[in-house]
């Protein structure tokens, strides 16, 4: 079983910048993602990256303006953020995915962190 665990949220103005990490306990991952859940609001995607790096899917929301990378020991992703918003307002939570597929859904991911608060005043 592979544990996540995220750090780098905090509060920030908007039109700022903050770096989450993602690190992983495990390696028999395909994938990592992050997702984000707004007060009273759903959780919803926010982008993805497959265990090469290679692959990465994005929100529309987000697309111009996050960036999913992997880190040189493969057991951490990053997601920047730039020219955040106070609609970004949200807890972060990175998932894993094992079983090969990666995308969009919460099903496709076996194992999630406990989030971290990213808070953007305007």
């Known amino acids: 079983q592979v544990q996540p665990v995220e750090s780098g949220g905090g509060l920030v103005q908007a039109g700022g910048s903050l770096k989450l990490s993602c690190a992983a306990s495990?390696?028999?991952?395909?994938?990592m993602g992050w997702f984000r859940q707004a007060p009273g609001e759903a959780r919803e995607f926010v982008a993805a990256?497959?265990?090469?790096?290679?692959?990465?899917y994005y929100a529309d929301s987000v697309k111009d303006r996050f960036s999913i990378s992997r880190g040189n020991g493969k057991n951490t992703v990053y997601l920047q953020m730039n020219s955040l918003k106070p609609e970004d307002t949200a807890v972060y939570y990175c998932?894993?995915?094992?079983?090969?597929?990666?995308?969009?859904?919460?099903?496709?991911?076996?194992?999630w962190g406990q989030g971290t608060q990213v808070t953007v005043s305007s």
């Open positions: 990256i497959n265990w090469s790096g290679a692959v990465t």
């Open positions: 998932a894993v995915a094992t079983g090969g597929q990666l995308g969009p859904d919460e099903y496709q991911y076996d194992d």
């Open positions: 495990g390696w028999s991952a395909s994938g």
